[in-house]
């Protein structure tokens, strides 16, 4: 199992979000895309996926992923909701 630390060395430059509706430019290199996933079902799946930086140190800080949802509820509004700095 490779380090999550390692996704962010391989962030999809086309993935970069330059601008956040009425917020403007992100503070941080922010990325947001979709990951392919398994086929178990011979349906090819996707996962969407949202990097951000860390404000401080982004080359030394550690890398958290934040996984939530479910029907009816979005990974997205939980980070950025329920994190805490």
């Known amino acids: 199992m ?16 330059d ?3 009425g917020f403007g ?7 947001s895309g979709y990951l392919p996933v398994g086929n178990l079902s011979q349906s090819p799946g996707l996962l969407h996926y ?3 930086e860390s404000e401080n140190d982004p080359a030394n800080d550690p890398t958290v992923l934040w996984l939530n949802g479910g029907p ?12 805490s700095r």
């Not at 430019?25 to 990325?31: C, E, I, R, V």
């Open 2 to 17: 490779l380090p999550l630390s390692l996704f962010g060395l391989a962030a999809v430059p086309a993935d970069e979000v």
């Open 19 to 21: 601008s956040l509706p």
């Open 25 to 31: 430019a992100p503070p941080t290199k922010h990325y």
């Open 50 to 52: 949202w990097l951000q």
């Open 72 to 83: 009816g509820a979005s990974g997205i509004i939980g980070m950025l909701t329920e994190s």
